[in-house]
């Protein structure tokens, strides 16, 4: 091949003997090894010791006919280790549950509600409930929805007698024969025992109404979040019913690395690489119970950590809704609206002073303008509202804009201060404080943890 290179020949042998002494090992590589000479690769990989370098040794027993992932097979060591230690199922210290099942194509249109369906139908708030689905469900802070399931169950999660709610018996029986044409392997639901108008899988109703942690059940990293309110869920939604007095500490183990770790090990991912926190995966994480954790430093760290950190995601999301999180009630209002003429992805405004000494907010060819802009402040104001936004050739927008000049300064001072507060809490550093908390309780050493590092990367 080379004229000036020796070939030196290498017979292969394999043979179909499986034997539990059988290893082999399974190196990876940091982005260094991009650093280095050829001599300096083979030299590491000869010596196995380079600070970009790891060697692993797999055992061949644990390469099953499931499992053929060597991050899996690395991984399983250190979850061995853990579960040896001082660490519990989640599952054996707090109840959990998937979200409720509707059933039927077009289903979850008919029993998940807004306000106004409510309003409209006067429908009975005895058998509403506000309901999260799995896209509800952002890392840390509590959710905010505001639509409503048809919960036809009383409070021991018994069926009801729908002809005792007129409106909500009006409303479904005007789907009905869609309802109970609702079919579950090969059966109709009238056929399980169920009445048309139930739900196929109404679910643990004491962890639904209960404060809990929710995460959404196909994720591609952890997406915890708490809900104290109490929602029900859907079933791409997962629920794990906690006490109050220990949600943080719960939460932040819950959104630690080494959760993630587990369940990359533990579930299967589908679609694009979407991991599967289901309630059978979530009950079987290791976690070290809150009572054996309580009075640690580590402890007190998550738990001030996760504080901040849902602190973060609260402002995050009022800022995300301005101006209406920002405009309360006792504050008088005009409205401003427009409809977009083109398809914007993220709107990038523009001010502009106009020769009546009113303002216009450009977007390309596109210019908001209105008696209400008359200012600078009023246009810094609308300019803040639409920046960002996602829309459609033909949508509307409504923006609510104080009345009193002080009040559209007082929004703008607060919209700062919150901006300012989300700058000075570093997410990152904190969930890094979390995960060296999480690691000391659960008993990693040093090694462990670059193997959880290095198995993340392997997933």
Known sequence: MFDTATNYPCIFVAEKVFSDENEFNFITFDDEIHENTVPEVVRALEEGEAPWIRNHTLSQQKLTTDTWSPAKVIASDVIDNVRAGDAQNLGSLYNASQGCTIGGEGGEDIYVISEDVVEDEDLETELLEKVLKGGDINKWAEPEQNKYLIYPYDDRGNVVDIESYPNIDSYLSSHREMLANRHLDGKLITERNKQWYELWRSRDVDVLNSSKIVTPRLSTKNRFAVDLEGHHLLDSAVGIECPDEHYQYLLGFLN????????????????????????????????????????????????????????????????????????????????????WETNRSSVEPTIQQRTDGTYAIEIGRESITSPLIDSEKRANYIFTAVKGMSVDSGEEISIPVPRRDSDVEQVLEELERDQELLRNIDSEELEGAIDEAVYELIGLDDDEVGTIESCLEMF
């Open 256 to 339: 630690s690395t080494w959760t993630q770790l587990y369940v990359n090990s533990e579930s299967t991912y589908v679609q694009n690489r979407y991991w599967n926190y289901s309630q059978t995966v979530v009950e079987s994480l290791p976690i070290i119970p809150p009572t054996t954790a309580e009075g640690t430093s580590e402890y007190d760290q998550i738990e001030e950590s996760v504080d901040n950190l849902i602190q973060r995601r609260e402002t995050k999301d009022k800022i995300d809704r301005f101006p209406n999180s920002y405009v309360t009630g006792s504050v008088a209002v005009d409205w401003l609206y427009y409809v």
